[in-house]
């Protein structure tokens, strides 16, 4: 599975976009890009995923560059709520385990 | 439409102790998985199962026994628990393996 790079943390004051950046250069053709985030004590959140198209659900949006090397996540208005920890995963489409690696993601702090 | 559910929320064992982990998934999902997250670690797969009768090892499997004699459940049996297994556990499930995963809020188990 291709390796994703995300800062580590970032700021995000409420109602404004929070847009999450994640490298993953290496990304196979066929490999997809995923969002999950971690809100405190929880279980991760599947948020929305992507291959080539950019993509949006009520969520939140998903912007892939036409190499596919990188993405970006945007939350459009951020609340309070949307403070957690996001990961970007890459994964094929037929994983043999269906295993999800989660890297060290980012920290988002939404603030009043 | 409940999700997926664990139980017990926590648990407090002794060396050598055995307990079950209890996972049930009302969204009729054929896969199912168990992680553990631990400090600086991330999520790390434990065993997965792609339908009933099926599971499989994941990354870290020793000391952990799974059955699915269920579509809806997949229990995690730790046999003779260890400090080590100290951790925090998270099941997911979803339709297929590729497909985007659920998870339960996890079970917080310490071992003494």
């Known amino acids: 599975d291709a390796k994703t790079t995300q800062p580590t943390s970032m700021d995000c004051a409420e109602g404004r976009a929070a847009n999450l950046p994640c490298n993953h250069s290496t990304i196979s053709g066929n490999e997809y890009v995923y969002w999950y985030r971690q809100i405190h004590s929880q279980g991760p959140q599947y948020i929305i995923h992507?291959?080539?198209n950019n993509e949006t659900n009520e969520m939140a949006s998903l912007i892939i560059t036409e190499d596919r090397k990188s993405s970006t996540l945007i939350l459009p208005h951020a609340t309070l709520r949307d403070t957690a920890v996001y990961y970007c995963?890459?994964?094929?489409?037929?994983?043999?385990?269906?295993?999800?690696?989660f890297g060290q993601g980012t920290t988002l702090q939404v603030k009043p | 439409n409940a999700g997926v559910t664990q139980t017990p929320k926590f648990q407090v064992l002794k060396t050598g102790q055995s307990m079950t982990l209890q996972c049930a998934q009302d969204?009729?999902?054929?896969?199912m998985s168990w992680y553990r997250q631990d400090p600086g670690m991330g999520l790390r797969l434990i065993h997965y199962s792609v339908g009933a009768g099926i599971t499989d090892q994941g990354e870290v499997p020793n000391g952990y026994n799974v059955s699915r004699s269920t579509t809806e459940d997949f229990p995690l049996r730790l046999l003779s628990a260890a400090p080590s297994q100290t951790s925090v556990y998270f099941c997911?499930?979803?339709?297929?393996?590729?497909?985007?995963?659920?998870f339960g809020d996890g079970t917080r188990l310490s071992i003494l």
């Open positions: 992507g291959l080539k």
């Open positions: 997911a499930s979803s339709y297929f393996r590729d497909q985007p995963q659920h």
């Open positions: 995963i890459v994964r094929p489409p037929s994983g043999n385990t269906g295993k999800l690696i």
């Open positions: 969204m009729n999902h054929e896969y």
